[in-house]
């Protein structure tokens, strides 16, 4: 056999126990649907009726996947955090108080660190919720709770390493915590304020959280000249290179930009410092309400190429300005 065909069965080979360890994996999640019964219906009650933290721990790649369903608990509205079980037997259980939900994961449902823990945990006055593959297993008789991921053969070559067994404690992890998210009725207001830097929570701001208004929001009335205007978009705080043109019922009547006053210059090169503004405003500008995602206001500026927008009330009437620095700086 050549060095090529030797090279091509190699490559073959490896590309069959990659796809033969996601089957083993997809597997094993497949099984957890025919597992969950009235224990898992139990554990969301419980959860939902902590009035303290919901307090996860494992050990080793367990315990990995433990500080991964409680980063998921805590950006989707409940109070949880991670306790490592060897750090916790060095003081670290003071982190437990009454009220708590320990969620303990371990495959064997045997492991000595998480097994010390946990029935100290319920003597402070925690409740105890255990993942695990063994439902007679030591850990598991200390549970007020155990919810089964099944008996799982690992993708291991050797069947030891923890690949299926972690695989369906976080889907089984990641059940407990959307449903949990559903029954509370977490908002997309409440995820988008825990993820203020992401572009998941980017998506989800409101064009309130972000335009510029009352001091820094630069408003002129019709008929005032070209010059007050000017003055006016000097000197509002944070330079907004734009005034807004308001009507005598408070109505918007238009929008003079820094822009409009660079064309005007290249158009007609001298302009009537005492001409009203009216004159030069663009009327009926494109505009956006406050409670819109901010997402659609960035949409208008790209789609008709202006760097500010108004902000108007269900009365036509400016509350903000929105210019495309401000959405830049959502991103940093």
Known sequence: MGTSETGSSRASDRLERAREVIRVEARTIARLEQLLDQRFVMAIDLLLECRGKVVCTGMGKAG????????????????????????????????????????????????????????????????VITLTGNTQSGLAQLSDIVLDIGRVDEACPLGLAPTASTSAMLALGDALAMVLSAERR???????????????????????????RNAELPLVPVGATLSATLRIMGHTPGKPGAALVVATDGSLAGIFTDGDLRRLVAERGELGREDPIDRFMTKSPKSVRPDQLLEEAERLLREFRVDQIP????HNRPVGLLDVQDILDTRL
């Open 186 to 212: 977490f908002s997309r207001e409440e995820y988008a304020l825990y993820h203020p830097a992401g572009s998941l929570g980017r998506k989800l701001m409101r064009v309130v959280e972000v335009m510029r």
């Open 64 to 127: 990995l996947i433990a500080q991964k369903v409680s980063a998921t608990l805590a950006s989707t509205g409940a109070d949880s955090i991670y306790l490592h079980p060897a750090e916790a037997l060095h003081g670290d259980l003071g982190r437990i108080r009454p009220g708590d939900v320990l969620l303990a994961l371990s495959n064997s449902g045997e492991t000595a660190e998480v097994k010390v823990v946990v029935p100290v945990a319920r003597k402070i006055g925690a409740k």
């Open 311 to 314: 902000v108007l009330d269900e």
